[in-house]
Nanobody, 132 residues
Framework: QLQASGGGLVQPGGSLRLSCATS????????IGWFRQAPGKEREWVSC????????YYKESAKGRFTISRDNAKNTVALQMAYLKPEDTAVYYC???????????????????????????WGRGTLVTVSS
């Protein structure tokens, strides 16, 4: 069972650092993705880090503002978020995939995406609210 933490209320332009943790297995043995779900909307992918080589991927709207990283000593995966916008408000989830690589696809509008179905382990989310 994964657990996301670190959410809270932040003003536009502010920063938050989310953390994904588990006690059931080593996160460095998994490809890890971050997703979010805003009220009334479907869950959407935000970022992913490969198990095999540490390569990272981001949704276009997160690129340049969010950074995904591993801390193997702490068995955590972080999502550092900066320059937050009201549209970033959502419950954020981390998910794990046993395969080596992020299952990234290119959408018709040339963005990157990963389907929720690619992940077999999910955790409880953490709420991020961006508001003044």
């Amino acid at each position: 069972q994964l657990q996301a933490s670190g959410g809270g209320l932040v003003q536009p332009g502010g920063s938050l650092r989310l953390s994904c943790a588990t006690s059931g297995f080593s996160l460095d043995s998994r490809t890890i993705g971050w997703f979010r779900q805003a009220p009334g909307k479907e869950r959407e992918w935000v970022s992913c880090i490969n198990r095999a080589d540490g390569r990272t991927y981001y949704k276009e709207s997160a690129k340049g503002r969010f950074t995904i990283s591993r801390d193997n000593a702490k068995n955590t995966v972080a999502l550092q978020m900066a320059y937050l916008k009201p549209e970033d408000t959502a419950v954020y989830y981390c998910a794990a995939d046993k395969r080596d690589l992020c299952r990234v696809v290119i959408t018709p509008d040339m963005d990157l995406n990963i389907r929720t179905e690619e992940y077999d382990s999910w955790g409880r989310g953490t709420l991020v609210t961006v508001s003044s």
